[in-house]
Each structure stands twice: as structure tokens, then as C-alpha cells.
């Protein structure tokens, strides 16, 4: 491939993106349009209008700078657990996660102790799945961890007014509750470093 092939690849994929992330916000501002006439009052409405106005600055903090190595860890974080069902799948994500993003470390030159602390989250999830004795770790094996789209979808019905809701249909996520882990995790507890991946 020459320079002049990559260049035309990179710059078709930033227009791709560019397109799906204007059509996205579009019609995330106007499904939040649709619902502004049902805020009591004119300013309520006037407020809400300028926030959704306002959207696009938001994804300013999504779309910062950072190192491949550590969006790669994000990535590899964020989809440890979702889709995951029982402890052995959890597990198992948990220890595929943290060997990827210890990789990815390796990488990363000064970054490389802040990307590894980034798995001590863990660390602690390991430890309430596997103790039997917490009042939460039936809780944790049992519940089924949603995908991001299912998270999303959950969220949407939750803050829809309930006698307004359309009937599902078939092949529609139905909405859900989602247990609620409290003050059982608060108690204070020493910091350790993160545990790396088995060998």
C-alpha cells in the first residue's frame, strides 16, 4: 500500500464517522425534542431546549486525546462483563480483561502502572463473586450483566412515563430491574495493587 492509498482510507473513515456521529446526535436531540412540550412549565421547556441545544459540546469529554493503549484497555474493561451469565462466564471475562489490558501495558511506555491500576476493579469483583459469605455475592453471581445496547434501552424505560409507554413487541427488550448493591461495599478496606493475570 502506498501513502497515498492510506490517506484516501483514513479520510473515507473519518467521513463515515463524522456522518454516523451527526445522524446519531440528530436523532438523539430530536427523540429529546419530542418529549420537551411535556415539562410543566415555559421555563422548564426553555431550559431543556438549551441543553439538548447544547449536546454536541458534551461529547467533547468522550472525544479527548488519549493513548491507543489505554482506549484499548477501556475497551477491553468495558466488555468483561456485559453478555456474561454465572460465575464461571464472569470469571472468565474478568481474567481474559485483565490479561489484555496487562498486555497493553507493556506498551505503553510511562502509561503502563496507570493502565494495570486500571484492573483493580477486579480485583474486588473477583473476590465478591467467589465469597460465599457476603450478603451480596449470590446477588452478583445471579445477575446477568446487560451488553452497553441493552444498558441504553434499560435506561430509556426507566425514564419513560409509564402510562405512556408503547406496548412491546416481539423482539423488544422489555424493561427490568436492576438490584441495587448498597452500603454493604462501604466499609473501608486497605488499597492494594492490581493483581496481574495468571501466568
Not at 13 to 19: K, N
Not at 27 to 46: G, I, K, M, S, W
Amino acid at each position: 500500500m502506498d501513502s497515498l492509498t492510506f490517506r484516501n482510507q483514513l479520510l473515507a473513515r473519518q467521513i463515515l464517522l463524522g456522518e454516523q456521529l451527526a445522524e446519531l446526535l440528530v436523532q438523539a436531540q430530536e427523540d429529546l425534542y419530542e418529549v420537551l412540550p411535556e415539562l410543566e412549565t415555559e421555563d422548564e421547556r426553555r431550559e431543556a431546549a438549551a441543553l439538548v441545544q447544547e449536546m454536541p459540546q458534551s461529547l467533547a469529554s468522550y472525544l479527548k486525546p488519549r493513548s491507543r493503549a489505554r482506549m484499548l484497555a477501556e475497551q477491553a474493561i468495558s466488555k468483561a462483563l456485559p453478555g456474561a451469565i454465572g460465575i464461571d462466564q464472569k470469571l472468565a471475562g474478568i481474567e481474559s480483561a485483565r490479561k489484555r489490558v496487562w498486555e497493553l501495558a507493556e506498551t505503553a511506555g510511562e502509561e503502563a502502572n496507570e493502565i494495570r491500576w486500571m484492573t483493580r476493579g477486579f480485583d474486588c469483583t473477583e473476590r465478591d463473586l467467589r465469597d460465599d459469605e457476603v450478603p451480596w455475592a449470590h446477588e452478583n453471581v445471579s445477575m446477568y450483566q446487560p451488553t452497553l445496547e441493552e444498558s441504553l434501552t434499560r435506561r430509556l424505560w426507566a425514564t419513560a412515563d409509564p402510562y405512556r409507554l408503547p406496548v412491546p413487541t416481539e423482539g423488544t427488550p422489555a424493561p427490568a430491574d436492576v438490584p441495587t448493591l448498597t452500603s454493604a461495599h462501604s466499609e473501608t478496606r486497605s488499597v492494594e495493587p492490581p493483581k496481574p493475570p495468571p501466568e
